[in-house]
């Protein structure tokens, strides 16, 4: 039943197979969905480090090439609470392979797209391959495994981003230079489909729960953890992406570090997401309002420490790392937050989560940029420590209760 506080439901009465008594947690559909999600950011991430000759191949420019990446996103935040909606009657693992499926040929029309329309199509595609999937994972996971085990669930999901955000551009840049760029595209499908067929193997049978609808997402917004978790996401995701956007003009100009050692502290960041990822699904296994409230904390002291003492290359770099772990820690918090809150409405919750972070991606660099052509990119950086540390005061004063 709900608690008429907080419109938390508990979600063995929902479905008794997804309560805590259930004995068999499905790990290997948990890692396939680790690979989904690996084969999709690496996809995601390939144009960044591709659009160069992407763009002299279209015969168009690299500022017009880079709309495949606007593209994306836009369809991903539009993807993301409506896919349950369009879904709803469908046995989830039939969704999931689906969108794995989209991911598939999303990358085979990279590959040999002859032109922008084509490219753009493909990235379309990929956007809605991107925004279902985030949607959707959290609410598969409550599925697979009992709630308790949920932060680590996500944690083993999240471990494909953050591995994909290590590897995607540096081995993209690799691949594209030696072979071309379609060749990056074609390896991203063979991962595609190596993805598919290990959910193929270990997806159970996941009929719908509920049916969703537009009606369905008002409902779940009007809960108020909902609310201040969706609140938290706005902060978090706008004051990274306001400070984090321009962290390579901050150390070329504060610390005055080389192209190389810049990649090497980029490189740092992306490992320390990596290793982030793991402790945050660890402590939100032990306490889920201190693992949500001291990634936001960690980014605002990392952003205060490049600020005050940024002109020192070793703290520049350890504060970029310490950013890349705290950073890599949230989504694990966050999106069990969300589960723990609407339980019997997951996929919903997922989706305004999607929606809500991919509007914040877009205000924080919008934002940032502004401040940066203002006030110098120290501002970025100021108003990420000051958004980021609200999000912590309000998880701290609002946040999830420890669940029993």
């Not at 909606?85 to 794995?100: F, Q, S």
Request: charged content about 10%; aromatic content about 8%; some cysteine.
């Amino acid at each position: 039943m709900a608690d008429p506080t907080t419109g938390v439901v508990d979600a063995a009465l929902l479905n008794p197979a997804d309560s805590d008594e259930r004995a068999d947690p499905a790990w290997g559909a948990v890692v396939s969905l680790a690979l989904g999600v690996f084969g999709l950011v690496t996809a995601e991430f390939l144009p960044a480090s591709l659009l160069t000759p992407m763009a002299h191949d279209l015969g168009v420019t690299e500022g017009v090439a880079g709309q495949a990446v606007t593209a994306t996103a836009i369809v991903g935040a539009i993807a993301a609470p409506t896919m349950a909606i369009i879904t709803r009657r469908m046995d989830r693992r039939l969704v999931m392979w689906m969108l794995t499926s989209f991911l598939i040929l999303s990358n085979l029309l990279a590959t040999f797209a002859a032109s922008l329309p084509m490219l753009l199509l493909a990235r379309v595609v990929l956007g809605v391959a991107l925004g279902g999937f985030w949607a959707m994972s959290a609410a598969m996971a409550l599925r697979l495994v009992p709630m308790r085990l949920m932060p680590r669930a996500m944690s083993i999901i999240l471990t494909g981003v953050s591995l994909a955000t290590v590897t995607a551009a540096p081995v993209g840049a690799y691949v594209g230079n030696i072979w071309g760029w379609r060749t990056a595209f074609m390896i991203a499908t063979t991962v595609g489909a190596l993805a598919l067929l290990v959910q193929l193997a270990t997806i159970p049978k996941l009929p719908p729960v509920g049916v969703a609808s537009f009606r369905t997402l008002l409902d779940v917004l009007k809960r108020p953890s909902i609310r201040v978790a969706l609140l938290v996401v706005l902060l978090v995701a706008s004051g990274h992406f306001a400070g984090f956007t321009y962290v390579r003009p901050f150390l070329e100009e504060v610390p005055v570090l080389d192209i190389g050692t810049i990649s090497l502290v980029l490189l740092a960041y992306g490992i320390g997401g990596f290793f982030g990822n793991i402790a945050g699904g660890f402590l939100a296994e032990r306490n889920l309002k201190t693992a949500v409230a001291l990634a936001p904390l960690l980014i605002a002291l990392a952003a205060a420490l490049m600020l005050i003492l940024g002109a020192s290359p070793t703290v520049a770099a350890a504060a970029v790392a310490a950013w890349g772990f705290a950073f890599g820690a949230v989504p694990v918090g966050l999106q069990s937050w969300l589960v723990r809150a609407a339980p019997d409405q997951a996929e919903s919750a997922g989706g305004l989560m999607v929606a809500t972070f991919q509007v914040a991606i877009a205000l924080g660099a919008v934002f940032g940029g502004l401040l940066v052509d203002h006030a110098g990119v120290a501002s970025a950086f100021a108003y990420c420590g000051i958004a980021t540390l609200l999000a912590a005061i309000v998880v701290f004063l609002r946040g999830p209760k420890q669940a029993a």
